[in-house]
């Protein structure tokens, strides 16, 4: 009898242990799931009515949250872009897509007139357009350029010339003067 409650035992052992390391796998499997795939969002872009330069920012919002970013690269001579929308993920992309999320779009910094929804099941083709509103232009008033002075005018309006013959005339009598000062002390 020994010999079969051993067997017994050996048996429920690994039972035990199987159902244990099965347990762990499990747990283990569930904490590394892979994550939800993004939505993909693809097409065209025009600016109005002209394709923007390759490198112009792409930027996908849901509600507040930025939730993905690509750039226009040019296909067949047409602006084009692919941008990944990530699922929601609460520690990795929080607000990000669940499935029928409005998704708005921006290009260069400016809202498209058109939005998305995420749906990660499927390929989304949305063709971005940006229609800014036409501004005025705006009223020039010209400015009057002072007309520079006339020549022989001084600050106050009116002849410089007065004043030059005054100091030429100072410089005259003052080199007489000298002049005649050294006349004298040679005497």
């Known amino acids: 009898m020994s010999s079969l409650s051993r067997t017994i035992r050996n048996t429920v052992s690994a039972v035990v242990a199987a159902a244990i390391a099965g347990a762990l796998v499990v747990s283990v499997a569930g904490a590394q799931s892979p994550p939800n795939p993004p939505s993909r969002f693809v ?5 109005n009515g002209a ?3 390759a490198g112009t920012l792409i930027e996908a919002r849901i509600g507040t949250a930025t939730c993905g970013v ?3 690269f040019y296909a067949s001579g047409q602006a084009r ?3 990944d929308s990530p699922a929601l993920e609460p520690s990795s992309s929080p607000g990000c897509g669940t499935d029928g999320s409005i998704v708005a779009f921006y290009v260069g910094g400016q809202k498209a007139n058109e939005t998305g929804s995420w749906a990660n099941y499927r390929l989304n083709t949305v063709d971005l357009t940006i229609t800014a509103p036409v ?13 520079p002075p006339v020549a ?4 106050a309006g009116g002849s410089s010339l007065p004043l030059l013959e ?3 005339l100072a410089a005259a ?15």
């Open 43 to 47: 097409g065209s872009v025009t600016v």
């Open 51 to 53: 394709q923007p330069p």
């Open 70 to 72: 690509s750039t226009v």
């Open 81 to 83: 872009y692919t941008l």
């Open 135 to 147: 501004t005025p232009a705006a009223t020039v008033t010209p400015t009057k350029t002072p007309a």
């Open 152 to 155: 022989g005018t001084g600050a």
């Open 166 to 168: 005054f100091m030429l």
């Open 173 to 187: 009598v003052g080199l007489a003067g000298v002049g005649v000062a050294a006349r004298v002390r040679n005497s």
